[in-house]
Each structure stands twice: as structure tokens, then as C-alpha cells.
């Protein structure tokens, strides 16, 4: 992990850093609201299990048999089209700068660096919960319980580490800040 972590603050650039965050900011504002106004069309107001923090699987049957066929095919292309990029985009935002802040915030040696790898892990959750997800909406109305205890049991993990690397976020700029005014430079 500690080599990992090294190379990814290693690759965390100050020019990456302010590219991935105008990304970021750019696909909020222009990208995100599309996005979810479409999502709600299919969803007739019933939600989405990518927002939902946690959701059983007879919840996500509910949702499929709600979307109707059309609503559950938009769904599957949106997963594999907007849901791949989000989450590179997100993850590559978290990554970045996380990784220069904890490049200057924590000695070489400090295991604190590892928290570089936190939106790895949300990433990850992230597109296994999309894939999850997208086969019980495939299969409807054949319910695909394995399928759907995954996929919300991905769906948890994926926001605890997403909101985890925020908070990670905000506690190595706290740290970064501090040494910065701590040594007055």
C-alpha cells in the first residue's frame, strides 16, 4: 500500500490537481444536472439506487417493475455510459488532490499517506454497484436476488468511501494548512 500510495502522490501534480478539479467543477455544473433530470424521468420520482445510501433488494425489484421496460433499458446505458465517466472523474478529482496535499502534508515515512487510496476504493464500489445494478434491471422481471444483495451492499460501501474521501479531502488540506503556517511558508 505504502508503494502505491507513493507513486500516486508521486503522479499528483499541482497542474493535475487544477485540471482535475475544473473537470470536476465543469461536469457538475454542465454534465450532472442533465444527467439526473433524465434519471428521473425513467424513475417516475421513485429514486435511483445510485443516490440512495442504502436500499434492500426487494427496494431495487420495486424500482425495476417502477422504470418499465424503457425506463430499465435507459437506466443500463446510462450505468455504462455517464456512470463510467462520473466516477473516473470524481476519483481522479478526490485522487489528485488528495495525493498533493498528502504530498506536502505527511513525512515520506507516515502510514497517513495511505489515505491516498480511499477513492480507489469508492471507484471501485462505484462501477461493481453499477454492474450489479444493471443486471437486475436486465433480468426484470426475473428477480436476480444475488444480484440485488450486491448491488446494494455495493451501493453502501461505494457511498462510505465516497463521503470517506471527501472527509479524507478535508482533513490532509487541514493538516497541509497547518504545517503551512506552522513553518510559515
Do not use: C
Not at 51 to 73: C, H, I, N, V
Amino acid at each position: 500500500m505504502n508503494k502505491i500510495s507513493g507513486w500516486l502522490i508521486g503522479l499528483s501534480k499541482g497542474w493535475l490537481v487544477v485540471v482535475s478539479i475544473i473537470v470536476f467543477v465543469l461536469f457538475m455544473i454542465f454534465v450532472l444536472p442533465g444527467q439526473s433530470a433524465k434519471a428521473e424521468q425513467y424513475a417516475q420520482g421513485s429514486g435511483s439506487p445510485d443516490t440512495s445510501f442504502y436500499y434492500t433488494p426487494e427496494k431495487l425489484f420495486e424500482l425495476a417493475e417502477t422504470y418499465g421496460a424503457d425506463g430499465r433499458q435507459a437506466y443500463v446505458r446510462a450505468r455504462f455510459s455517464f456512470d463510467l465517466i462520473f466516477p473516473l472523474v470524481y476519483g481522479f478529482f478526490l485522487l489528485t488532490t488528495i495525493g498533493w496535499l498528502a504530498g506536502r502534508g505527511f513525512d515520506l515515512d507516515s502510514r497517513w499517506r495511505n489515505l491516498t487510496l480511499v477513492p480507489i476504493v469508492g471507484v471501485i464500489f462505484d462501477l461493481l454497484e453499477n454492474t450489479s445494478t444493471s443486471l437486475v434491471m436486465l433480468g426484470f422481471p426475473q428477480r436476480r436476488l444475488l444480484a440485488a444483495q450486491l448491488a446494494s451492499i455495493f451501493t453502501l460501501l461505494k457511498w462510505i468511501f465516497v463521503y470517506g474521501s471527501f472527509i479524507v479531502l478535508a482533513l490532509v488540506f487541514i493538516i497541509w494548512v497547518y504545517k503551512k503556517l506552522k513553518h510559515g511558508s
